[in-house]
């Protein structure tokens, strides 16, 4: 069974950074895609981040891209969230996914594991 539990979440202040983790287990997690997404109360969860199987292709949403960065390390099996510059409509749940994908998607229709979230919370 695939479990992946993200950690590293907290309360920061505006413009401090963070570095969010996720443990993937259960599967060849270098033969997997994975993403992060993010969720606020009454709104649709939305895509932040995704990187390839092997590491060599990522992509960000707008809102993110020049301040968040995404990276994996296959050996550790884990991804990470490296979040620059934070600002207060950052503030979310942040959930990773894995995605039979090899590059990943902004889909989260193409992902088939989540982890249960770490809460991020940026103050003015």
Do not use: H
């Amino acid at each position: 069974q695939v479990q992946l539990v993200e950690s590293g979440g907290g309360l920061v202040q505006a413009g401090d950074s963070l570095r969010l983790s996720c443990a993937a287990s259960g599967r060849s997690f270098s033969s997997y895609g994975m993403g992060w997404f993010r969720q606020t109360p009454g709104k649709e969860r939305e895509f932040v981040a995704r990187i390839s199987a092997s590491g060599g292709s990522s992509g960000y949403a707008d809102s993110v891209k020049g301040r968040f960065s995404i990276s994996r390390d296959n050996a550790k099996n884990t991804v990470y969230l490296q979040m620059n510059s934070l600002k207060p409509e950052d503030t979310a749940l942040y959930y990773c996914a894995s995605s039979p994908y090899r590059l990943g998607s902004y889909d989260q229709n193409q992902y088939d594991y989540w982890g249960q979230g770490t809460q991020v919370t940026v103050s003015s």
